[in-house]
């Protein structure tokens, strides 16, 4: 009877908090009441706002937001003509909606075939240009193809599209453009791998290029750095975004997005000083960092150390960064780096700290905190040994004319060994050669 | 064609200065073969005439020739026949029997033979090691008898005896598969006295040799090799530049289970390497590796507790047994305990509290014994150079023979 009176209990506490019993995959339980889908859904244009939305409603636990996000999802993917994509909405949707959000095969229909009369119509055009041999109208002829399927959601035909377009690229405005388009598409379709390429190419255009253009391509590179786990390099990246971005990219990311994922890259990889000149110090950088606020807060605490309030920002922007389609699997990995991180820059310039005031400072306890110090010192990140019993950490300096004493005799007797392992074996080599040379006289050499 | 009684004069007379041996050697080996064999079952008085000391390399001959034949061992099977063949190996003179090696490692051959048979092992040892110091020309030679020596010393668990020729550094070799059982049995000698260093040197020398094709002593020894060197550092460092292809290429095939093994180890966790080891006890009792196999479990312990030492100043029982994976503070206590003793930690145990602190390392390498050691090591490095300074200048420089 207990426990049943304790199951329920839960169950009650698990419904008030908003956590809805519908499937939690296999994520913690996301408490989204903050999260404006409206106004996240503004920030950005394109085929990644019906993306991002139905990411959304896919990783959020509570039922309300879900359908906010599907119905978003399904109006701008009717809007846009973009079958993929509305096919998937309306999946999700499982007429919880209502009748207007039922899969409508008829609109379906009707718009495929549009889209397959337009399709033909294109390629006749194309192969028209083909025949004229006039570089410039076979560029915009594959252009147009590309735009076309990246429209109608088909991503890899695009690609392959664009890439076409690259033997009939004239000047450095084509290239750029063409480079523009790939690195589009190969972000939607997840290669990062050619987005950087693509980035690096568009950068080595002897034209200089437009400040947008630049501020889009670091963005882009940034991007890619993150997806690739290479957090240091993304930093780098983001931070060099120029605030000429503004909402012109929001087809791909927002200026939030790149406040946010530049700060915590910068954050979980950086060292003290780089923090301080290309963050806290970064004038460009600072015009992002004010749109979000509580990144601001995080970062100016962390540097001030005052760990315990910049780990408490952390955890509450938490489950808002849980739905962001880029940053959701890094997430995990870059709050464990920022919190070694702290740790280790807490004990730095103690000689012996007491366990005790630290976890406070941390918000964990005692023993917690002792399994994270002991896991640190066996990876060598942090020089120093516990007191178990009295519960305070002693910082330790190898002492180096022991160490010096120690390594040289131990060189010493490998040398030994080695030298004599060395004759050995010239002995045996000039012995089979011996016998290998003259193969009748095999005799003893005394 | 001379008959026995003449031969036995002849080497009475011609057993003084080296012309005359040379000259008596030329005797014997025309008298050898038809002659010596067909009265071999009659030699046995004539030796009494003959000093084993004096007139060794004749006396050779005759009991060379008398103990080739099996019929005459198994008419004389066990007592004096022994006693004389020992007696003789003790006794002879090193020169006179290194004009003959050949018999002289015939002789050799059937008196452990003998003692094998006999199940008396240890009465061959005395015998063998005089006779190995005999033939030896020089104390870095290896000779076919080393081998057979340790072997005895295996079997007559007598492994002390074993170290007096281990301890002298190898350097020639006339036949490879010499070397091999040296330093399989020697690396057993070692490992049978808990001195697992140099038990890794000689494995490691039996399985970096040059070879061509990969023989069974070298599978066996790089078994052996992988459990020595969990228990003595933890882990299996892997092929030197310089090993065989050969080997490189076949010896993991050969030995997948011991692989496995050493994997496991990797991972740090007592229980998973106690039930891969009951899983694969049958093939460890085959190969006869059981008990070292269980000696690298125990390492295990003491492996993980050495590391808790980098990390922590003191630590209690409970957190001890609870991050090894021992049942109760009591077994970790002991643990600990053996450890101090064996000088493989510095620790003290606090009873009342539980507690135990590590200390660092008190060798401070101030004190004269220190200066000492490091003195006599630079020693033995001069001592080394001039060997490897002239093997170069041997070499025959069409040959690139340094493959270090």
């Given at each position: 009877?207990?426990?049943d009176?304790?199951v329920?209990?839960?169950?009650?506490?698990?419904?008030?908090n908003?956590?809805?019993?519908?499937?939690?995959?296999?994520?913690?339980?996301?408490?989204?009441?903050?999260?404006?889908?409206?106004?996240y859904?503004?920030?950005?244009?394109g085929?990644?706002?019906?993306?991002?939305?139905?990411?959304?409603?896919?990783?959020?636990?509570?039922?309300?937001?879900?359908?906010?996000a599907?119905?978003?999802?399904?109006?701008?993917?009717r809007?846009?003509?973009?079958?993929?994509?509305y096919?998937?909405a309306?999946?999700?949707?499982?007429s919880?909606l209502?009748?207007?959000y039922?899969?409508?095969?008829?609109?379906?229909?009707s718009?495929?075939r549009?889209a397959?009369q337009?399709?033909?119509?294109?390629?006749?055009?194309?192969n028209?240009?083909?025949?004229n041999?006039?570089?410039e109208?076979?560029?915009m002829?594959?252009?147009?193809?590309?735009?076309?399927?990246?429209?109608?959601?088909?991503?890899?035909?695009?690609?392959?599209?664009?890439?076409r377009?690259?033997?009939?690229?004239?000047?450095?405005?084509?290239?750029?453009?063409?480079?523009?388009?790939?690195?589009?598409v190969?972000?939607?379709?997840?290669q990062?791998?050619h987005?950087t390429?693509?980035?690096?190419k568009?950068?080595?255009?002897?034209?200089?290029?437009?400040?947008v253009?630049?501020?889009?391509?670091r963005?882009?590179?940034?991007?890619?750095?993150?997806?690739?786990?290479?957090?240091?390099?993304?930093?780098?990246?983001?931070?060099?975004?120029?605030?000429?971005?503004?909402?012109?990219?929001?087809?791909?990311?927002?200026p939030?997005?790149?406040?946010?994922?530049?700060?915590?890259?910068?954050?979980?990889?950086?060292?003290?000083?780089?923090?301080?000149?290309?963050?806290?110090?970064?004038i460009?950088?600072?015009?992002?960092?004010?749109?979000?606020?509580?990144?601001?807060?995080?970062?100016?605490?962390?540097?001030?150390?005052?760990?315990?309030?910049?780990?408490?920002?952390?955890?509450?922007?938490?489950?808002?960064?849980?739905?962001?389609?880029?940053?959701?699997?890094?997430?995990?990995?870059l709050?464990?780096?920022?919190?070694?991180?702290?740790?280790?820059?807490?004990?730095?310039?103690?000689?012996?700290?007491?366990l005790?005031?630290?976890?406070?400072?941390?918000?964990?306890?005692?023993s917690?905190?002792?399994?994270?110090?002991?896991?640190?010192?066996?990876?060598?990140?942090?020089?120093?040994r516990?007191?178990?019993?009295?519960?305070?950490?002693?910082a330790?300096?190898?002492?180096q004319?022991?160490?010096?004493?120690?390594?040289?005799?131990?060189?010493?007797?490998?040398?030994?060994?080695?030298?004599k392992?060395?004759l050995l074996?010239?002995?045996?080599?000039?012995?089979?050669?011996?016998?290998?040379?003259?193969?009748?006289q095999?005799?003893?050499?005394? | 064609m001379?008959?026995?009684?003449?031969?036995?004069a002849?080497?009475?007379g011609?057993?003084?200065?080296?012309?005359?041996?040379?000259?008596?050697?030329?005797?014997?080996?025309?008298?050898?073969?038809?002659?010596?064999?067909?009265?071999?079952?009659?030699?046995?008085?004539?030796?009494?005439?003959?000093?084993?000391g004096?007139?060794s390399?004749?006396?050779?001959?005759?009991?060379?020739?008398?103990?080739?034949?099996?019929?005459?061992?198994?008419?004389?099977?066990?007592?004096?026949?022994?006693?004389?063949?020992?007696?003789f190996?003790?006794?002879?003179s090193?020169?006179?029997?290194r004009?003959?090696?050949?018999?002289f490692?015939?002789?050799?051959?059937?008196?452990?033979?003998?003692?094998?048979?006999?199940?008396?092992?240890?009465?061959?040892?005395?015998?063998?090691?005089?006779?190995?110091?005999?033939?030896?020309?020089?104390?870095?030679?290896?000779?076919?008898?080393?081998?057979?020596?340790?072997?005895?010393?295996?079997?007559?668990?007598q492994?002390?005896?074993?170290?007096?020729?281990?301890e002298?550094?190898?350097?020639?070799?006339?036949?490879?598969?010499?070397?091999f059982?040296?330093?399989?049995y020697?690396?057993?000698?070692?490992?049978?006295?808990?001195k697992?260093?140099?038990?890794?040197?000689?494995?490691?020398?039996?399985?970096?040799?040059?070879?061509?094709?990969?023989n069974?002593?070298?599978?066996?020894?790089?078994?052996?090799?992988?459990?020595?060197?969990?228990?003595?550092?933890?882990?299996?460092?892997?092929?030197?530049?310089?090993?065989?292809?050969?080997?490189?290429?076949?010896?993991?095939?050969?030995?997948q289970?011991?692989?496995?093994?050493?994997?496991?180890?990797?991972?740090?966790?007592?229980?998973?390497?106690?039930?891969f080891?009951?899983?694969?006890?049958?093939?460890?009792?085959?190969?006869?590796?059981?008990?070292?196999v269980?000696?690298?479990l125990?390492?295990?312990?003491?492996?993980?507790?050495?590391?808790?030492?980098?990390?922590?100043?003191?630590?209690?029982?409970?957190?001890?047994?609870?991050?090894?994976?021992?049942?109760?503070?009591?077994?970790?206590?002991?643990?600990?305990?053996?450890?101090?003793?064996?000088?493989?930690?510095?620790?003290?145990?606090?009873?009342?509290?539980?507690?135990?602190s590590f200390?660092?390392?008190?060798?401070?390498y101030?004190?004269?014994?220190?200066?000492?050691?490091?003195?006599s090591?630079?020693?033995?490095?001069?001592?080394?150079?001039?060997?490897?300074?002239?093997?170069?200048?041997?070499?025959?420089?069409?040959?690139?023979?340094?493959?270090?």
């Amino acid at each position: 009877m207990d426990v049943d009176c304790e199951v329920s209990a839960a169950a009650a506490a698990a419904v008030t908090n908003g956590l809805g019993g519908g499937e939690q995959a296999a994520a913690a339980p996301v408490s989204a009441d903050q999260l404006d889908v409206e106004a996240y859904a503004a920030q950005y244009s394109g085929r990644t706002r019906v993306a991002r939305l139905l990411f959304i409603a896919e990783r959020c636990g509570v039922e309300a937001i879900q359908l906010e996000a599907l119905r978003m999802a399904h109006d701008e993917a009717r809007a846009r003509e973009d079958t993929v994509l509305y096919l998937d909405a309306v999946l999700k949707i499982n007429s919880r909606l209502g009748p207007r959000y039922r899969h409508d095969q008829a609109w379906v229909d009707s718009v495929n075939r549009r889209a397959e009369q337009r399709k033909e119509k294109l390629e006749t055009e194309l192969n028209g240009y083909r025949t004229n041999l006039i570089k410039e109208s076979i560029r915009m002829g594959y252009n147009d193809i590309g735009d076309f399927f990246y429209a109608h959601g088909h991503l890899s035909e695009a690609f392959k599209s664009y890439i076409r377009t690259r033997d009939y690229c004239t000047t450095s405005k084509h290239i750029v453009q063409m480079c523009m388009h790939v690195i589009l598409v190969s972000i939607e379709l997840g290669q990062f791998a050619h987005v950087t390429n693509y980035v690096s190419k568009a950068e080595q255009t002897p034209d200089t290029l437009d400040a947008v253009i630049v501020a889009k391509l670091r963005a882009a590179a940034g991007l890619a750095n993150l997806e690739t786990k290479k957090y240091k390099l993304a930093a780098r990246k983001f931070l060099e975004t120029g605030p000429e971005l503004g909402s012109n990219y929001s087809e791909v990311i927002a200026p939030q997005d790149v406040a946010v994922y530049g700060a915590l890259c910068a954050l979980a990889s950086f060292d003290r000083s780089e923090l301080k000149s290309k963050v806290i110090d970064n004038i460009n950088f600072r015009n992002f960092l004010e749109l979000v606020p509580e990144v601001r807060e995080l970062v100016n605490d962390f540097y001030a150390s005052r760990y315990g309030s910049c780990l408490e920002h952390l955890e509450k922007l938490k489950p808002n960064l849980l739905l962001d389609i880029h940053l959701r699997e890094h997430l995990g990995t870059l709050y464990n780096d920022i919190r070694h991180k702290a740790i280790i820059q807490y004990t730095l310039p103690f000689i012996s700290v007491d366990l005790n005031t630290m976890a406070s400072a941390f918000k964990s306890s005692v023993s917690m905190l002792e399994k994270e110090l002991a896991a640190l010192i066996t990876e060598n990140k942090i020089q120093a040994r516990i007191d178990s019993h009295n519960k305070i950490l002693y910082a330790r300096h190898a002492d180096q004319r022991n160490a010096t004493f120690q390594r040289a005799l131990q060189t010493g007797n490998e040398f030994e060994r080695d030298i004599k392992a060395m004759l050995l074996r010239a002995n045996l080599i000039k012995h089979d050669f011996n016998q290998k040379n003259w193969p009748g006289q095999r005799k003893m050499n005394l | 064609m001379e008959s026995v009684e003449a031969l036995v004069a002849h080497i009475q007379g011609l057993s003084g200065s080296a012309d005359e041996l040379a000259q008596l050697h030329g005797l014997l080996k025309q008298a050898d073969g038809d002659a010596l064999r067909a009265h071999s079952a009659g030699l046995l008085p004539f030796l009494s005439h003959l000093h084993p000391g004096a007139h060794s390399l004749g006396y050779l001959y005759l009991l060379d020739s008398f103990v080739s034949s099996s019929a005459n061992l198994r008419a004389h099977a066990g007592g004096d026949l022994l006693v004389t063949v020992a007696d003789f190996l003790t006794s002879c003179s090193a020169d006179q029997i290194r004009m003959a090696p050949d018999k002289f490692l015939n002789v050799c051959r059937v008196l452990k033979n003998e003692v094998m048979q006999l199940n008396a092992p240890i009465r061959g040892i005395a015998p063998l090691r005089a006779a190995v110091r005999k033939i030896q020309t020089s104390s870095e030679q290896l000779t076919p008898l080393h081998a057979e020596y340790l072997m005895l010393c295996l079997l007559a668990k007598q492994y002390k005896a074993g170290l007096s020729v281990l301890e002298d550094d190898i350097f020639e070799v006339d036949q490879p598969k010499d070397l091999f059982l040296y330093c399989y049995y020697g690396a057993m000698i070692y490992i049978g006295l808990k001195k697992f260093r140099k038990a890794l040197e000689l494995l490691h020398n039996a399985v970096t040799a040059p070879m061509s094709s990969l023989n069974a002593i070298t599978v066996e020894a790089y078994k052996k090799y992988v459990l020595v060197s969990l228990i003595q550092s933890g882990q299996v460092p892997s092929f030197p530049k310089y090993t065989s292809s050969t080997a490189q290429r076949n010896l993991k095939n050969h030995t997948q289970i011991y692989v496995d093994l050493s994997t496991c180890y990797g991972t740090g966790s007592y229980s998973d390497l106690e039930t891969f080891i009951q899983s694969n006890a049958e093939a460890f009792q085959t190969d006869n590796n059981f008990g070292l196999v269980k000696q690298v479990l125990s390492s295990m312990y003491k492996r993980n507790i050495q590391r808790l030492t980098q990390t922590y100043l003191t630590l209690s029982l409970e957190d001890i047994a609870s991050s090894v994976q021992l049942n109760t503070p009591k077994e970790a206590e002991m643990h600990v305990l053996r450890m101090i003793e064996d000088g493989e930690i510095h620790a003290t145990i606090n009873q009342k509290d539980g507690m135990v602190s590590f200390n660092e390392d008190p060798e401070q390498y101030k004190s004269s014994e220190m200066v000492e050691h490091i003195d006599s090591s630079i020693q033995s490095f001069h001592s080394l150079c001039p060997s490897i300074v002239s093997t170069n200048i041997t070499e025959d420089l069409k040959y690139s023979y340094w493959i270090a």
